[in-house]
């Protein structure tokens, strides 16, 4: 039953017109968005959702914005069970998360599927940003990759990312790092077949640390938030960026992957370099 039938008799006609239906779940977690004005409904609100879906054990209200370096969303529990943790499982993959203290998506599962489906054998992957291993272990999962290698700087999602190996099959090809990548990349014994770099809103700050690690007609998989119009600035940054290195773009590809506000998308330009 949708939210607001379920609540037509909790609410009055001007409450139901403020309340936002739609909600995310990662794991068994429902995390919702409370208006102002609902503020003193919120218990009942986060009651109807338990009650509508025997999977969800915790409701938790956003308390603010996503922000900070490592864009995490600060979370109030509202009714359930008193915990943040939980278990995703994302195409066959089993991810541990607290959805407070790391960046994580659950509506970006589809993309990191589809970037699995492009890897060919044998290919070296370099994952930019990888938070709590959500691609490394999707592309080990769904591709016959060689090498997959992610780094992290947030000290709690690199532990996560561990935790989420250990409880996996498929991740012996899989290797961790804890760091800045602009740090890291430089220490790597070897350059890639495939960068990924799943960081739309600062993603251009390290197109020259990406483009020093991959290899001669390799594949780059940069992430932007765009308007439609404007695609074209995003294109521009990783050419760009290329020509300060003295390389090329040799083809590119964009894919719409999310919708972050009125006519602002979340795109991957999915590139071949020299």
């Known amino acids: 039953m949708q939210l607001k039938k379920r609540l037509a008799e909790s609410l009055s006609a001007r409450e139901l017109k403020a309340l936002v239906g739609a909600y995310d779940v990662v794991g068994d977690i ?10 003193a409904k919120e218990q009942t609100i986060a009651t109807a959702i338990l009650a509508s879906n025997r999977k969800i054990k915790v409701v938790a209200k ?9 864009r995490t969303l600060p979370l109030q529990i509202l009714a359930g069970e008193k915990r943040k943790e939980t278990e995703v499982k994302e195409f066959g993959v089993r991810l541990v998360v607290n959805p ?13 599927r589809r970037i699995a489906s492009l890897v060919a054998p044998g290919e070296s992957v370099l994952v930019l940003f ?9 592309i080990a999962r769904h591709s016959q990759a060689g090498t997959i290698i992610g780094i992290e700087k947030n000290p709690q999602a690199h532990a996560y990312a561990v935790t989420n190996l250990s409880r996996n099959k498929y991740h012996k090809n899989i290797e961790l790092y804890l760091g800045d990548v602009r740090d890291v990349v430089p220490t790597l014994p070897a350059m890639f077949d495939r960068v990924i770099m799943p960081l739309p809103t600062r993603g251009a700050e390290f197109l020259s640390c990406a483009l020093q690690a991959l290899k001669a007609n390799g594949v780059l998989h940069f992430y932007d938030m765009q308007r ?5 600035q995003s294109l521009a940054k ?4 290329s020509a300060a290195c003295g ?16 006519n602002i998308y979340r795109i991957c330009i999915d590139s071949r370099i020299s």
């Open 228 to 232: 439609t119009a404007l695609y074209d």
């Open 130 to 138: 990888s938070g709590i291993a959500p691609f490394p272990l999707v």
């Open 30 to 39: 429902a995390i919702v968005i409370i208006p102002e004005a609902l503020t």
């Open 247 to 262: 390389r090329t773009v040799l083809s590119s590809t964009i894919t719409r992957c999310g919708h972050c506000a009125p």
């Open 100 to 112: 407070e203290t790391v960046y994580y998506s659950v509506r970006s599962g589809n993309e990191r």
């Open 62 to 70: 956003r308390a603010g914005y996503y922000g900070g370096e490592f």
């Open 238 to 241: 990783i050419s760009d960026a």
